[in-house]
């Protein structure tokens, strides 16, 4: 039986595909949660008024891949440090922030919030938070990177500081 994970940490494009490449993961999908909008869109969530942020649904196997080894990913692909931010986009939209949906992914996430922290100079920002409402982000945002024939944020990057 598969679980569920959900994870914001910046730029859902990039999250997703990190985590699509882990043996176990069988699904994923990208879209808005933690906010007071009903149904938003894309353009509402950039707007910073909506309170979401863009975050990866996650639906895994725990015989393949735990729930631990999926916060290791999220770790390692962004700054749990800046809050607000990841890279050159700003706004509450791309907080970093765990959305457990089981007591037991709260105690995982938490101890390994803990760790990250202690391994760090400064604070680790990441809300630790019960999963809401998940609202799918619109088709051309799935698989962003796949349809794009992408692997990372790195040109996209690059050609919205040009």
Not at 92 to 107: D, K, L, M, T, V
Request: with cysteine.
């Amino acid at each position: 039986m598969t679980q569920r994970a959900t994870f914001a940490a910046g730029c859902f494009w990039g999250v997703e595909s990190a985590f699509r490449r882990i043996p176990g993961v069988t699904g994923t999908r990208v879209g808005y949660t933690g906010g007071h909008t009903d149904d938003p869109s894309y353009y509402d969530v950039c707007s910073d008024t909506t309170g979401h942020a863009e975050a990866v649904e996650v639906e895994f196997d725990p015989e393949q891949v735990s729930y631990e080894e999926l916060l290791a990913v999220f770790w390692a692909n962004h700054d749990p440090t800046t809050p607000n931010r990841q890279g050159p986009d700003v706004g509450s939209q791309y907080r970093s922030a765990i959305f457990f949906h089981s007591p037991e992914q709260e105690e995982v996430a938490l101890k390994t919030k803990a760790a990250i922290q202690a391994a760090l100079p400064v604070p680790v920002v990441t809300e630790v938070v019960p999963a809401e409402t998940f609202h799918a982000a619109e088709d051309y945002h799935q698989q962003y990177f796949e349809k794009m024939g992408r692997t990372s944020c790195t040109p996209q990057l690059a050609a919205r500081r040009a």
